[in-house]
């Protein structure tokens, strides 16, 4: 879905360092989601934000930060990365989640790896 | 908060037989159920969902099935082909948060 973009697609980093994934969408929703995703553990939420002055935890938003710039824009920051959040991240957007049209668009995802 | 199970882990079929993926979920709340397909190094994609005030939901040879007292979801495909062979995601969302099941990893052998 090319309405939602991630950038960058991959990349490779050194403990410590700090690192930022950004995401923007055209689809015009207000509700914006980070998600990592490990083998066999699924997507597990990280942060999400349902407007520019909303920021919300997840169930893994240790080691992590974002930033709402605009509606169109996500951005997720890792301080000081550490190789175990070497992982794929996805970013996601939605209208109104579990009523009316809820359904979640994904980016293509960035792969992240920690040495 | 939601807790999301989901079973089996990988399933093998062969062409032409059905798939049968199940979902239980904790919080009584969850009124919206979908289910996404990912492709290996693509994203995932919604195939079907369902909501709370619904039993079932049927897409050409994709069916999803809910039982609120029970707390469970199913994923039904007939007729599988080699072409869904995929990751399948279920989640839950009781209105904020969208609580994933840790997927089933679905081969249809031709």
């Known amino acids: 879905d090319a309405d939602v973009t991630q950038t960058p697609r991959n990349r490779i980093t050194k403990t410590g360092k700090r690192i930022m994934l950004e995401c923007s969408q055209t689809k015009g929703h207000d509700r914006m989601y980070w998600y990592r995703q490990d083998p066999g553990l699924g997507l597990r939420l990280i942060y999400y934000s349902f407007d520019v002055k909303d920021i919300n935890k997840g169930e893994i938003s240790d080691g992590y930060s974002v930033s709402r710039q605009a509606q169109a824009k996500f951005s997720l920051s890792l301080e000081s990365a550490i190789p175990n959040q070497t992982a794929l991240y996805f970013c996601?957007?939605?209208?109104?989640?579990?009523?009316?049209?809820?359904?979640?668009?994904f980016g293509p995802g960035t792969r992240l790896t920690v040495l | 908060g939601e807790n999301v199970e989901q079973h089996p882990s990988t399933l093998s079929v062969q062409e032409g037989d059905s798939a049968v993926i199940k979902c239980t979920y904790s919080d009584s709340a969850s009124n919206y159920f979908p289910w996404y397909k990912q492709e290996l190094g693509k994203r995932p994609q919604l195939i079907i969902d369902?909501?709370?005030?619904?039993g079932e939901k049927k897409d050409q040879r994709i069916a999803v099935t809910l039982n609120k007292t029970a707390k469970h979801f199913s994923l039904h495909i007939t007729e599988t082909q080699p072409e869904d062979s995929a990751v399948y995601f279920c989640a839950a969302s009781a209105g904020n948060q969208f609580y994933f099941g840790t997927g089933t990893s679905l081969t249809v052998i031709p």
């Open positions: 369902i909501r709370s005030n619904v």
């Open positions: 996601a957007t939605s209208d109104l989640a579990g009523t009316g049209r809820s359904t979640q668009y």
